[in-house]
């Protein structure tokens, strides 16, 4: 079955900094995108960064600059800099796997991690 747990998350003052990783763990053939979502309270979830099994990366308009996505084989981070009051939200890891070579592509999600940027 696979997973995926992310860490890293918390209270952090703004304009400081915080690191998020997602780690897939299980049985699968492959990893195709990784993602980092975010939802603030009263609204829709929205990708915040994604990264393509190649390494080519995007980001949305408002981290753009702050925020660097990455990924190692399994795993993917998020790093944060320069976090601003609106970046408080809940950050899901979402990522397209292979669960085998005779299967397509599954959407995952992790359980989400709380990031506070305090003023």
């Known amino acids: 079955q696979v997973q995926l747990v992310e860490s890293g998350g918390g209270l952090v003052q703004a304009g400081g900094s915080l690191r998020l990783s997602c780690a897939a763990s299980?049985?699968?053939?492959?990893?195709?995108?990784m993602n980092w979502y975010r939802q603030a309270p009263g609204k829709e979830r929205e990708m915040v960064a994604a990264?393509?099994?190649?390494?080519n990366t995007n980001y949305a308009t408002s981290v753009k600059g702050r925020f660097t996505i990455s990924r190692d084989k399994n795993s993917v981070y998020l790093q944060m800099n320069s976090l601003k009051l609106e970046d408080t939200a809940v950050y899901y890891c979402?990522?397209?796997?292979?669960?085998?070579?005779?299967?397509?592509?599954?959407?995952?999600w992790g359980q989400g991690t709380q990031v506070t940027v305090s003023s």
């Open positions: 979402n990522a397209a796997i292979t669960p085998t070579r005779w299967e397509g592509s599954h959407n995952y």
């Open positions: 299980g049985s699968f053939f492959n990893i195709n995108r």
């Open positions: 990264v393509t099994s190649g390494g």
